[in-house]
């Protein structure tokens, strides 16, 4: 017998997302792919955490490769526009494919580029153009140093969920929680207060960029719809 990626994910205690990411990794035993939905063994065992004991090193190689890259520069504009297009790609390809998406690689860049992919939903072709969207956007934020702020995270959620109309950058409106968890979510009406505090936090915190985005990302899942 089979349970789904939400049944997992409220009896292990952690997101969606983060069952389909160990789902896709090969650590959850047995589990099974039936088209856009993970096949997970009802008795399957909870894999074991190991991000935080590696992000040390995780940093220290970020940092090495960051280097690597400033000892060539600079690019040239064609090179630039090279290497910016192949991460969009991937990275798009990436990440929705761990939420069940079934475009392909290939695919992906196609529709990026404003083709059609025959016999392949449209939510799928939405959800890679909206992906796209968003890093586009966040990238111009880059360029201007705009700090961080509650508006930008929902315009950024707002590109990206360009199927899903009604859910598009707005906070959750009902109370929920997650079935065998310690953690209970706050209540809608503590959501936009506690994003306050989770921003003010993040903005004074001396930790390295990727350790307090890690962080800001735990304790806001769950907050957004």
Known sequence: MYMTVKQAAEKWGISDRRVRILCAEGKVFGVTREGRSWMIPVDARKPEDGRFKATESLLTAIERKKRELDNRRPLTEGELERLTEEFIVEYTYNSNAIEGNTLTLRETDMVLRGLTIDRKPLKEHMEAVGHKEAFDFVRDLVK????????????????????????????????????????????????QPKMEQLLGVYRNSAEHVITRRNWMKKRATGNIK
Not at 173 to 187: F, N, T, Y
């Open 144 to 191: 201007e140093q705009m700090p961080l702020s509650e508006s930008i995270i929902k315009q950024v959620h707002y590109l990206v969920l360009a199927d899903k109309r009604e859910d598009r950058g707005v906070y959750r409106r009902i109370p929920v929680r997650i079935m065998g968890a310690k953690h209970e979510p706050v209540q809608p009406y503590l959501i």
